[in-house]
């Protein structure tokens, strides 16, 4: 559809928007600059309404100093993201949420990229290269979104302003209204709910949101709702299955995906973590927190298949998926020796050992990892105490290694060591004092 | 949109492991000076317009006004399953625009390009937008 084939109204009610408001293209190409500006021109926008930035700095001043209505940025400028002007612009306009416009046109089409901007609930997101029609054409619907609303629409925003002014009895009276106005409420069911939760009538808002729900079973707000009034209830396992059903249906955010992460661990649905992790692999962007969440979870689900359902393979497919991601790391690839040695894995625990990145090959992590190894390999408990105390004398402090030291002084009842070792080493780890006398006890 | 229309395209299942970011790889062959850029990720697609033209941007010294230039655009992203994206276009500079990161803004007039893949680009931009749109729509509610 040509912008041609937009009706007369929009056109006009377009028209009418921009005539006395302020438009700001920030995009280090001109001929973004260019382009977008004649587009604007086209759908009415006076020449002097314009405003031409080529960087984020730029970009954030005239923000502030001119109070565009419509942002039009790109999501990649320099070291910044165009999404950081969104909250500058609410900030400018907070009163004027309803009627600013602000629009993403970038070549970046990655998938963390799109849903961290229609997390942000903005207009428009325009993909490199584009043709001027079809820019035309998104722009145009935009605005008339904004500016013609449907009534269903207009309500709701009615209701919003109520429910920020704090006259929440009003404010359901508009989105119940609402639920009227249209054949697919969910955002009224949505916000009725919300106006529950912040009431801390959890049980009402659960109602709505599931209501809501009855329409679209897949209406984000609703679902986002949901899961955040479960993730108060401490219901993690209900939560849970929100939060997969959020990742199933809509592009991932990292914060996201290490939430849903967490939430399959404390709710046991290890089964669920190789998905996770195919998930992992085909966002662009990975923060390193998400990086260590999915190798904690790996490592977590591969002890759980070498405890529980004793599948050895598994375990080990998970632990070098972890390794992989990791980068072999070493606080990761110590975590799965101790695991494979805790179940007898003496040749896996050698392999996973090599797996250390040579920098790392003089770190505590790998010199006390190969003294467990040298330890289960059959190394006198004398042996073992030698090398032992040599590591602790070059400063290595590790809980680890204590556990290993107070174990074979026990063994070879040197007691008033083991004591002491158990003293200094509750000193460095308060958390583990019960581990270091069990061992003491298991004399 | 009609609410029915509305509905329908809510629940729509949107295929999420088609979401793959869409990256292209540009080489270039300046058929004027023999210049090759190969392997380049400066070299990237700005804009189509409707006059014939295209804009780039490219590394700086690679072109001038008037120069020929063959395009060889290989969709970088393309999963082992599927066949792979290539497209050839021969193209005249028109202009050229300096950037403040150093590169340039070149838009070109394209003489030659085999219309089927053309469309194929474009069909593949277009479901990308389309993806894109209909996302924005259902997390609007």
């Not at chain 1, 006259?167 to 009725?192: G, H, I, M, R, V």
């Not at chain 1, 209501?211 to 209406?219: C, K, P, R, S, V």
Request: glycine content about 4%; aromatic content about 8%; hydrophobic content about 35%.
């Amino acid at each position: 559809m040509s912008v041609n084939n937009a009706s007369k109204e929009n056109q006009e009610a377009v028209k009418e928007y921009l005539k006395t408001r302020k438009v700001l293209i920030v995009d280090p190409s001109t001929t973004t600059h260019s382009g977008l500006y004649d587009i604007f021109q086209d759908l009415g926008a006076p020449p002097n309404n314009i405003i031409l930035a080529n960087t984020f700095s730029q970009g954030e001043s005239l923000v502030v100093s001119e109070k565009p209505s419509v942002v039009v940025a790109e999501f990649n400028i320099g070291t910044h993201s165009g999404l950081e002007l969104l909250q500058k612009q609410r900030e400018q306009r907070p009163k004027e949420n309803k009627e600013t416009i602000f629009v993403i046109v970038t070549s970046n089409t990655s998938q963390s990229a799109v849903a961290q901007a229609v997390e942000e609930n903005i207009d428009a997101y325009v993909i490199k290269p584009y043709t001027l029609d079809s820019v035309q054409l998104i722009l145009s619907n935009a605005i008339a979104r904004k500016v013609r609303p449907p009534e269903y629409d207009l309500v709701i925003e009615e209701g919003k302003k109520l429910l920020e002014e704090g006259k929440f009895k009003e404010a359901d009276e508009k989105f119940t209204k609402a639920t009227q106005l249209n054949s697919s409420p969910s955002l009224a069911y949505y916000y009725l709910g919300y106006l529950k939760y912040i009431q801390d009538f959890l049980k009402e808002s659960k109602d709505q949101y599931t209501a809501g729900l009855q329409y679209n079973n897949i209406h984000y707000k609703c679902l986002i709702g949901l899961y955040e009034l479960f993730m108060a209830e401490k219901e993690h396992e209900k939560a849970y299955e929100v939060a997969r059903k959020i990742t199933e249906n809509f592009p991932t955010t990292s914060k996201r995906l290490s939430e849903v992460l967490r939430l399959a661990i404390l709710s046991g649905k290890f089964q669920d973590i190789e998905e996770y992790y195919q998930i992992f692999t085909q966002i662009d962007e990975k923060d390193e927190t998400l990086i260590h969440h999915v190798c904690a979870a790996l490592i977590v689900c591969g002890k759980h298949f070498l405890t529980t359902k004793k599948d050895v393979n598994k375990a080990l497919d998970l632990f070098r998926k972890a390794t992989k991601t990791g980068k072999s790391r070493s606080s990761f690839i110590k975590e799965i020796i101790l695991s494979l040695l805790e179940h007898d894995l003496l040749k896996e625990s050698v392999s996973f050992l090599s797996q250390f990145l040579p920098e790392d090959q003089k770190s505590a992590d790998f010199l006390v990892c190969q003294l467990l190894i040298k330890s289960k390999n059959g190394l006198s408990s004398q042996a073992t105490i030698q090398e032992g105390q040599a590591l602790l004398n070059q400063g290595i402090v590790s809980h680890d290694l204590y556990l290993l030291m107070i174990k074979n002084l026990v063994e070879s009842s040197q007691m008033d060591a083991a004591k002491n070792l158990a003293t200094t080493a509750s000193n460095h780890f308060p958390k583990e004092k019960t581990h270091y006398e069990m061992q003491l006890k298991k004399q | 949109m009609s609410d029915n229309a509305k509905q329908q395209n809510e629940q729509a299942p949107i295929n999420l492991s088609e979401f793959r970011s869409i990256h292209f790889n540009i080489d270039l062959q300046n058929l004027t000076s023999g210049v090759q850029v190969l392997g380049n990720t400066d070299v990237t697609f700005q804009e189509i317009r409707k006059d014939n033209t295209v804009v780039f941007t490219l590394p700086p010294g690679c072109c001038n006004s008037g120069h020929h230039i063959l395009f060889k655009v290989v969709r970088g992203d393309t999963p082992k399953t599927e066949p792979v994206f290539q497209m050839e276009l021969t193209a005249k500079v028109i202009t050229l625009d300096p950037m403040r990161s150093g590169l340039s803004q070149v838009k070109v007039e394209v003489l030659q390009v085999q219309q089927a893949e053309w469309n194929e680009f474009l069909k593949l931009m277009n479901n990308r937008q389309d993806l894109i749109n209909r996302l924005l729509e259902r997390m609007r509610g």
